[in-house]
């Protein structure tokens, strides 16, 4: 007979925040499955906990803290919109009545959660579950700046920036001899390499504007100078791509920050080719 898997304790905080972190950096790099991570990543993580705290779980362990977490942090977004300035963000605790706490424990049993434990690592929550239960690269919100998966690049409304002119790509014509097809579409190569580095240019100017406009914190130096040594020109679509992410969020500028070199590749083309910047 097998023998139950005994139960294993997260009241450690520095193994919470290991354990965010890490989810975090693989749903950046390989998205997510369902609502939740991949099978290869939860590996990843795994090795994380037990590489830095001796801690070991398995996926079950590891998938039931995530959504309760997930829930947990649910909770406190809701009671944390509500009117009335209830959440005190110091002390991360919420200021409700007797009443006001038992009316919300009946609609959501996690707030019960919340009353006699704050929501550990809240801004570690954001990131990792805020696009899923509403911003990562396998979610997007309202506050997103890069444009919505479905949606085609160009079209997204980027307010501000219409003073910027970009190149359109044109078909080519149908029904040519085959000389003069030829012809053509050796013209065609010249035009289309002239249009591709037009909005290559374009797409380096909207994100710089988009890094003004939303006047970053001085890591955008720190990311820059991470950026400068990969050795990808300014009209590298993967130089292009990451400036855009540097605009999106200071969430994202952190997590590029801690990526290793040999993953930073990687972690931009996923990006790219989800939001339609790579192919």
């Given amino acids: 007979m097998a023998q139950k898997k005994g139960r294993i304790s997260w009241k450690q905080e520095s193994v919470d925040k290991t354990f965010l972190e890490a989810c975090i950096v693989e749903v950046t790099l390989h998205g997510r499955e369902g609502s939740s991570l991949k099978q290869s990543s939860w590996k990843n993580v795994a090795e994380k906990l037990k590489t830095e705290h001796n801690f070991i779980a398995d996926k079950k362990q ?14 406190w977004s809701k009671l944390k919109n509500k009117t009335g300035n209830v959440y005190n963000p110091v002390t991360n605790t919420f200021n409700l009545s007797e009443e006001e706490w038992q009316l919300e424990i009946k609609s959501n ?3 019960e ?5 704050p929501l550990s690592f809240p801004e570690l929550c954001v990131q990792l579950f805020e ?15 890069l444009p919505h998966p479905s949606e085609e690049m ?8 219409e003073d910027i002119e970009c190149g359109q790509m044109e078909p080519p014509t149908q029904g040519f001899t085959e000389e003069a097809s030829g ?18 240019d ?12 939303h006047n970053l914190s001085n890591d955008i130096d720190a990311c820059m100078e991470k950026l400068e040594t990969m050795g990808w020109g300014e009209l590298d679509v993967k130089y292009q791509t990451t400036l855009l992410l540097f605009g999106e969020s200071a969430d994202i500028r ?11 590749e990687l972690w931009v083309k996923n990006a790219g080719a989800k939001y339609g910047l790579i192919g």
């Fill in 62 to 75: 590891m998938k039931n803290r995530y959504d309760y977490l997930k829930s947990k942090f649910a909770a």
């Fill in 109 to 111: 049993k996690y707030v």
């Fill in 113 to 117: 959660a919340l009353r006699s434990a």
């Fill in 131 to 145: 696009g899923s239960t509403s911003n990562g690269f396998d979610s997007w919100g309202p506050s997103s700046t």
């Fill in 154 to 161: 160009f079209d997204h409304n980027l307010n501000g920036i």
């Fill in 183 to 200: 012809r053509s579409k050796k013209r065609e190569k010249r035009k289309d390499k002239a249009t591709i580095d037009e909005v290559g």
């Fill in 202 to 213: 374009c797409i380096t100017k909207v994100a710089k504007i988009l890094i003004e406009k």
């Fill in 254 to 264: 952190k997590v590029w920050l801690r990526l290793q070199p040999q993953s930073c």
